[in-house]
């Protein structure tokens, strides 16, 4: 008895994630085409939720969905994407590494930053402003490593 067809919205559920993101992946080339009923509705096998938890921990790994397609079009075709992975994944760490240096050099330089004002706010009389903010570092006194990472922080 050949397995029950899943719609795309008992897909949804099943994987936790939402029918526009299947079907944004279906666009993309990570998931195949599904077959269409004769009402033209979607219906899956049950083993497409598999594949898209497979996509969701490639992406939270630090994947992009351009590369996941790349590794699955390999593999579907026959090949062994493997050593791609373990060149991609090596790539994202070595970000990370970096991120985690330029933040480590940021906290740094805010560390220096709210001593140097602690001093500046011992020395001034209640009655007059301290002016912190002209006290900070410009541009070519922090690191550029710091600059960047805290910059990437706030812009996400």
Known sequence: MPTPLLRIGQVAQRAGV???TIRYYERLGLLPNP?????GYREYPEIIVN???LVR???RFGFSLLEI???????????????QVRHAAQTILDRVDQQIAELTATRETMRETLLKWDVQLARTPATRHARLLEGLPS?????????RGLSEIHER
Do not use: Y
């Open 18 to 20: 939402s029918t526009d």
């Open 69 to 83: 397609r790349g590794f699955l079009r390999v593999r579907e075709a026959g090949g062994k994407p493997c050593h």
């Open 51 to 53: 594949r898209i938890a």
């Open 57 to 59: 921990n490639a992406m």
């Open 35 to 39: 077959q269409r009923s004769p009402a």
């Open 139 to 147: 541009d070519s006194h922090r690191p550029s490593r710091g600059r």
